[in-house]
């Protein structure tokens, strides 16, 4: 691996200092709580709903689906087909319900429904999975800029980690959108240029790429058959309506976004932009996916290299060279998937195009990383810090609150970004721990809108039985083998999709079972 060129280091550090400066910049309006967290809600919706699709198409999109298509097949992008289903519900019920509730936390309606037990274990839900999220994107970043820069993945994250703090910390949720409006284009153009670069060098072009993709089926979108245990249609189907409606409906980043918007329409708005506009994009990053094994299909010797290199990672310095290339030899393609699209802008992207692409992939990282520091903050201020231990807080002191939050929430990203350093598939991870993390709380915003008539004792009840469902589906693979019978056999991303149900139903049943009692008394 070689290191960058001059010129697009300098590209790279231009894009850098440029971000901070927009952080500068912003810093000027930011005297206000008010203003860091919501902008005073003066953002036109088109300039958000571009925030919100930047936030989308993050490090995760960017390195981890090519890796996935790669790998795999289009299985994951049924994720993407199921964002109209739930942005449908978000802009016709959550979003004009938050605008009307006026506070800037989307949890604080839950202390209003079910006390303040259910407000506090939604932002603690939320603030393990904004964590969990700014991991895997500091850890997705880092594998690729290790393999361009040959610096180690904890220094690119310090320094990427601390850039982004600069200007999340000054500029405030204003920044993150403008910034993210800048970002939104860069990664797009990024994509595009990647895909027009592979298909330059592909012999026999598009056609070819098709042909060797067919014959792999790697355009298949998964089984259609119900099954449950493995990562089928339906599977993923399910588990991106839950994952979006998530996001659309309860998620900090997303809501802080509509109170920030000028009306409800215009919020409403801002979300259809961003399914429209990611629909096209994630499929562009599949079909990269599919246009890089067409090209290592053409030229396997690179592929090779790969694999070598994955091995030699693996294994220690001692290792022998026959040792690399027996273990090299028994390698899956899913084991190296996420280190094709690296190893292709290294050793085939002409210098300068590489600085702009590598820019695209540090917005992708970036914008998602900035966003869940400043909500992550957010919360934490609202619905811990004002909530238990200053409710007479000052604005000014609030102020500084959300700028410590945000500093300490980037750096618990970085640290688990470092401690993920090893995984395999970076989509993969993600999918897991947002679905674990989650914890169901959808099921409890659900219980709290659709049954008016359920109290805190149904709610409580019932979350404690969603939460011991999603830790059984969670760890019950590491029973030992004379409980195995006690095993879950269902897959991995259905565990949002039953733990929010179990929630949901478990909260209906025993709301219904107390009326009837009390009805028989």
Not at 190 to 195: H, P
Not at 216 to 224: A, D, I, R
Not at 447 to 474: D, F, R, Y
Request: aromatic letters at 14%; hydrophobic letters at 50%.
């Amino acid at each position: 691996m070689r290191n960058l060129p001059i010129l697009d280091l300098l590209i790279v550090a231009a894009y850098l200092v440029t971000m901070v400066l927009v952080g500068i910049y912003f810093s000027r309006k930011n005297k206000s709580s008010n203003q860091f967290t919501k902008a005073s809600g003066k953002i036109p919706g088109w300039a958000i709903g571009l925030s919100l699709y930047a936030t989308f198409l993050s490090s995760n999109t960017f390195l981890g689906v090519p890796g996935k298509a790669f790998g795999t097949n289009w299985n994951a992008f049924v994720f993407s087909i199921s964002m109209p289903f739930a942005a449908w519900i978000a802009s016709k019920y959550f979003v004009p319900f938050y605008r009307n509730a006026g506070g800037v936390s989307a949890y604080t309606h839950l202390e209003h429904r079910f006390g303040s037990w259910a407000r506090t274990y939604a932002v603690v839900c939320f603030i393990l999975t904004q964590i969990a999220r700014m991991g895997t994107i500091f850890f997705g970043i880092a594998l690729t800029l290790q393999a361009l820069t040959g610096y180690s993945m904890q220094t690119i994250m310090l320094v990427i980690g601390v850039c982004i703090i600069i200007y999340t910390f000054l500029g405030g949720i204003e920044a993150v959108i403008w910034t993210e409006v800048i970002q939104a284009g860069i990664k797009t153009l990024g994509a595009v240029l990647i895909v027009y670069l592979i298909i330059k060098d592909m012999p026999g072009g598009v056609s070819k790429i098709i042909e060797i993709g067919q014959k792999s089926h790697k355009f298949s979108l998964g089984s259609f058959s119900p099954n449950f245990t493995e990562s089928t249609f339906w599977v993923v189907l399910l588990y991106g309506f839950f994952i979006n409606l998530n996001n659309f409906g309860i998620d900090q980043n997303y809501v802080q976004r509509y109170h920030a918007a000028t009306s409800v329409k215009k919020a409403s708005k801002s979300i259809w932009l961003c399914v429209w506009l990611y629909l096209p994009a994630s499929l562009l990053f599949f079909f990269i996916g599919s246009c890089l094994y067409a090209y290592y299909q053409i030229h396997p010797g690179f592929l090779e290299a790969i694999k070598h290199q994955v091995a030699g990672e693996s294994l220690n310095s001692t290792a022998s060279t026959a040792e690399i290339m027996q273990m090299a030899s028994n390698l899956k393609l899913s084991d190296y998937a996420d280190k094709v699209m690296p190893h292709f802008m290294v050793t085939q992207i002409p210098s300068g195009l590489i600085g702009l692409i590598v820019s695209a992939i540090l917005s992708a990282a970036m914008s998602t990383i900035s966003s869940g520091m400043n909500s992550s903050a957010t919360v934490f201020s609202v619905d811990i810090y004002k909530r238990y231990f200053r409710p007479e807080i000052t604005d000014k002191q609030n102020l500084f609150v959300l700028h410590i939050g945000t500093i300490i929430f980037g750096l618990l990203g970085m640290g688990t970004g470092i401690a993920l350093i090893g995984v395999k598939s970076l989509l993969d991870t993600w999918w897991k721990l947002s679905g674990i993390f989650a914890g169901g709380v959808l099921g409890l915003f659900l219980l709290g809108l659709v049954s008016k008539t359920s109290k805190n004792t149904e709610a409580v009840t019932a979350t404690i039985i969603g939460v011991l469902v999603i830790l059984w589906m969670t760890f019950s693979s590491f029973l030992p083998e004379k409980f195995s019978f006690l095993r879950s056999s269902i897959h991995e991303s259905m565990i949002i999709v039953i733990g929010t149900m179990t929630i949901f139903l478990a909260g209906l049943l025993l709301t219904f079972a107390r009326k009837k009692r009390v009805k028989a008394e």
